[in-house]
């Protein structure tokens, strides 16, 4: 059997992983698990295939067939964990409150209702019983109907247990690689806890990815994006559907009354603690689309590291016969993981219709 390295214990690298260990490989996933330096367990989890794309790209073509793999997985999860990933599909609203913001999402309403007529723009007197404290003067919004949403940490365990039960995947969590280098055959990787050697190479290392493979000479430049999240409760419900304003600020409902409140975006800021200005922005960002919001509990606060290159496209797919990356994912990253879980290990048994599709984020 080959022997088949994974660094990044991520959503992409699990579901790369996952998919692989149906084929004839012995799979390491090495992750350091240190709190808060991932964006898997931080994310909003909205499976935003449609409010993320304005044009017809590969990737958007893959989004739409990533949120459809979303529900059967789920179920195959549940089966496999008993972990429920709450996945739930009472659509998302898209709210623009300053005029420049209406023309974008005017732009993206035509483009998006080309192909799906549930799409809904909403008339002014909707808006008003919806928004009543807001200008209709500078307010638009419309509604996708089938972009759906998740809960992103515990997806992110389900995957995690469902690796970890495969008799053909060894699981190291708290193992840092600190250098990986290229031998006559395969990779020599060196860890904090002893050296591993692969036939294949796959990096899933999300924003740490580039680091990494500078070490084998490959300069492929990837950043952090940090952000600050919040989750908070309410004694009253307040919407089924997750609200989204182009500002960047976006409610996402959970659990029956809790609703998580996201985020900030900061290039290149590593850290990993909260910026009490930044709970504020999103306190008064999230009031302005629901004022009811003000009486609310603050659960808990976290920040995540969202992984983007220097083009801001994922950069995934097939380096040489022994290296694979898959890194960049961003904001869509949970949305995405399906697919290219998929795409990957099936690029990484030769499929040519998967290689053939990544060669567009390998170039
Ligand atoms: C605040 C926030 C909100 C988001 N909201 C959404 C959303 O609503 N929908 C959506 O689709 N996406 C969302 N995303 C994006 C999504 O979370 C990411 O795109 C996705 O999680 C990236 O997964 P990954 O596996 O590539 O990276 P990560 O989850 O960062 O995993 C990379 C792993 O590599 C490990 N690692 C790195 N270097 C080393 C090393 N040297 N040794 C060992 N291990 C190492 C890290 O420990 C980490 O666990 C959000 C992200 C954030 C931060």
């Given at each position: 059997m080959q022997k088949v390295i994974i660094i990044g214990g991520g959503v992409i690298g699990l579901s790369i992983a996952r998919q692989l260990s149906k084929g004839p490989y012995h799979i390491s996933i090495i992750d350091r698990?240190?709190?808060?330096?991932?964006?898997s367990y931080a994310?909003?989890?909205?499976?935003g295939a449609q409010n993320e794309f304005f044009e017809d790209t590969p990737l958007y073509r893959l989004a739409m067939q990533s949120r459809a793999m979303m529900p059967d997985l789920a179920r195959q999860l549940y089966n496999e964990t008993?972990?429920?990933?709450?996945f739930q599909s009472h659509g998302l609203i898209k709210i623009a409150t300053n005029k420049q913001d209406i023309a974008k999402i005017q732009q993206q309403y035509s483009f998006l209702k080309r192909d799906d007529h549930r799409i809904h723009w909403f008339s002014n007197a909707e808006l008003y019983s919806m928004f009543?404290?807001?200008?209709l003067e500078s307010t638009a919004a419309f509604k996708i109907q089938d972009d759906a949403q998740i809960n992103a940490n515990l997806y992110t365990q389900a995957l995690t247990r469902s690796v970890s039960t495969q008799n053909n995947i060894h699981f190291s969590p708290?193992?840092?690689?600190l250098h990986i280098a290229q031998k006559s055959e395969g990779y020599e990787v060196s860890t904090s806890k002893g050296t591993m050697y692969a036939d294949i190479l796959v990096i899933a290392?999300?924003?740490w990815s580039g680091k990494l493979l500078n070490n084998l000479g490959i300069f492929i430049h990837t950043h952090a994006v940090k952000g600050d999240v919040k989750l908070i409760e309410t004694s009253f419900p307040l919407t089924q559907a997750t609200l989204f304003n182009t500002n960047g600020c976006y409610i996402v409902p959970k659990k029956p009354n809790r609703y998580l409140i996201g985020a900030t975006s900061e290039w290149?800021?590593?850290?990993t603690t909260n910026n009490k200005n930044n709970l504020k922005w999103l306190d008064d960002a999230s009031q302005e689309m629901?004022?009811?919001?003000?009486?609310h509990r603050t659960v808990k606060t976290w920040t995540g590291i969202r992984p983007i290159t220097t083009n801001e496209h994922p950069i995934m797919g097939k380096i040489s016969d022994s290296l694979y990356v898959a890194t960049g994912?961003?904001?869509?990253g949970i949305l995405l993981s399906p697919i290219v879980g998929d795409l990957m290990a099936k690029a990484i048994q030769s499929d040519a219709t998967a290689l053939h599709k990544l060669e567009y984020f390998y170039q």
């Open positions: 698990s240190t709190p808060r330096m991932n964006a994310a909003g989890g909205m499976l008993d972990i429920d990933i709450e009543p404290h807001l200008s708290h193992t840092e690689v290392a999300g924003a290149d800021n590593w850290s629901l004022p009811k919001l003000r009486h994912h961003y904001r869509n």
